[in-house]
């Protein structure tokens, strides 16, 4: 074992650790001040300069809040619940390129934790444990409210994955790789342009089925709480409704970081290597443009959360089955065909 | 290292298959399956299947037991509503089961293992080996497979379409 490879992934596993946690922070103060200014009113301002230390606060009242586990429930499963979709949450990270690598006095500082040969499926992979959180969650609470959310979650996250799947299968055929950071590489250079050029129709049904998979406004059927209270999250308390709650905001920094990575260049952008500029400088360039990337997607979420209302469920599954899939597989055999012909 | 490691995943696995099979409650059952599925990527990726082991993870821990549990959940199985078996029923299950064992044993002695080497290339299992193992050695179980899921796939929409009155 490398005792130096050993080191720099653990200092960058922290440091990820550190930003997911203080995005998804800091996404939940700006989720509300973006949804007071679309309504028209000022949003948190009360605690610290511009409310800046209301996710500190709220923080605070999560971990003091009195603890209440049902007794009809089943103890174990209603606590490794939120556990297991947190843990799905930040395992996702370990695959997106940051960066491009810096270079301490000839020693190369990666910014990505595992470039996997298969990346993308490690991706999907993680997805789809992410429901086991919410199922058992909602199934261990005992409450029907939770039940019902839990069953819709499970279903939605299996009928957008498919989708979500073929529009890979699409974006893969062009770049003839797996990896992400070889995905992210070939969107840059002469003659490349980002994938969201070349695969537009591939792009909009992977956003939609994001936002799916967030459990996000429009489709945060799981939870809807005008007619399931809370959905899979109406028997949690205390910080284990905290790790809920925290845990869509730190699926939504990664999969914005996913979009940007797939669609939108990553941490390159057009003209980034005519620069010239010395390797450290060039890598935090790139990481600066990566995360402003990833914030407007964050921004987009928020945006569309607080402007479009919520499916119901059969337009819901209507739209996955009979539009999207549909929609993929067509996508995939023109751009199977495209490349036959054209390449 | 890696025999430690094969070791560690072996128990897992066994404990968990038990768990499977002793666990009173269904939810938990399942749960237990997926753990299981777990441990078994675990042994793909010392083979240096990475392929199979994600592969593995999503279809089989990903898609098919949130269906399992899926039907666990709706059904409300426990152990208050689990059918009542009358002690015949105990005992032929019990006879077929060890007769089965039985067989197993003799087959299990009968099969000379031979030695087998991991191959050298480290590459064995990626997509691109893979794929054109499966779309050269493997063309016709490949695409007879695939005639297969489509038939799978006509079936449940059969099943599901309402009768016309």
């Keep these: ?343 | 290292m890696s025999l430690y490691l094969f070791l560690t995943l072996a128990i897992l696995t066994i404990i968990s298959a038990l768990a499977v099979v002793f666990s009173k409650n269904p939810m938990y059952s399942v749960l237990w399956l997926i753990v299981c599925f777990f441990t078994i990527a675990g042994h793909y990726v010392l083979l240096n299947a990475q392929f199979l082991a994600i592969v593995h993870l999503i279809v089989y821990a990903g898609a098919i037991m949130v269906l399992f549990l899926f039907v666990v959940m709706l059904l409300n199985l426990n152990a208050d509503t689990e059918p009542h078996k009358s002690n015949l029923t105990k005992l032929a299950s019990a006879i077929a089961a060890g007769l089965f064992f039985v067989v197993l044993i003799a087959s299990m002695r009968a099969t000379e293992l031979g030695e087998f080497n991991l191959p050298n290339k480290t590459n064995i299992g990626f997509v691109e080996e893979v794929g054109k193992k499966l779309f050269t050695d493997f063309l016709l179980p490949f695409e007879i497979s695939s005639v297969l899921f489509l038939s799978a796939m006509i079936g449940s929409v059969l099943l599901a379409k309402k009768e016309k009155k």
């Design chain 1, 1 to 343: 074992m490398d005792w130096a490879l050993l080191l720099d992934k653990t200092i960058l596993i922290v440091i990820i650790f550190a930003v997911s946690l203080g995005i998804a922070a800091y996404s939940t103060y700006g989720e509300r001040k973006i949804a007071a200014f679309l309504q028209d009113r000022i949003g948190p301002d009360r605690a610290g300069p511009f409310g800046l230390l209301q996710p500190i606060a709220d923080g605070i009242k999560m971990f003091t809040k009195e603890e209440i586990i049902p007794t009809a429930s089943d103890k174990f499963l209603f606590i490794i619940g939120p556990c297991i979709f947190m843990m799905t949450a930040l395992m996702s990270s370990a695959i997106i390129p940051w960066g491009k690598s810096f270079n301490f006095g000839g020693h190369e500082f990666s910014l990505q934790v595992a470039d996997l040969n298969v990346g993308l499926l490690y991706l999907f992979a993680v997805v789809s444990i992410g429901g086991y959180g919410i199922m058992i969650g909602g199934w261990a609470s005992n409450n029907k409210f939770a039940l019902l959310g839990a069953l819709r979650a499970a279903s939605q996250m299996i009928s957008y994955e498919l989708a979500m799947g073929m529009s890979i299968v699409a974006l893969l055929l062009i770049n003839n790789s797996l990896s992400l950071r070889e995905i992210v590489d070939g969107q840059a250079g002469d003659g490349n342009v980002w994938n969201v050029v070349r695969q537009p129709i591939g792009f909009l049904i992977f956003l939609i089925c994001a936002f799916a998979e967030c459990n996000r406004a429009p489709f945060d059927l799981p939870e809807s709480e005008s007619e399931l209270i809370g959905g899979y999250h109406t028997e949690f308390s205390s910080m284990k409704l905290g790790l809920f709650l925290f845990a869509e905001y730190v699926n939504m920094f990664i999969s914005s970081a996913i979009i940007a990575s797939l669609y939108f260049g990553g941490y390159h952008f057009p003209g980034i290597d005519s620069l010239d500029l010395p390797q450290n400088i060039a890598a935090i360039v790139s990481i600066a443009v990566l995360f402003a990337k990833i914030l407007f997607f964050i921004f987009f979420f928020m945006w569309v959360r607080w402007t479009l209302p919520r499916f119901r469920y059969d337009q819901l599954m209507n739209l996955g089955w009979k539009i999207l899939i549909p929609l993929s597989i067509v996508n995939v055999l023109v751009t199977g065909a495209w490349i036959t012909f054209f390449k």
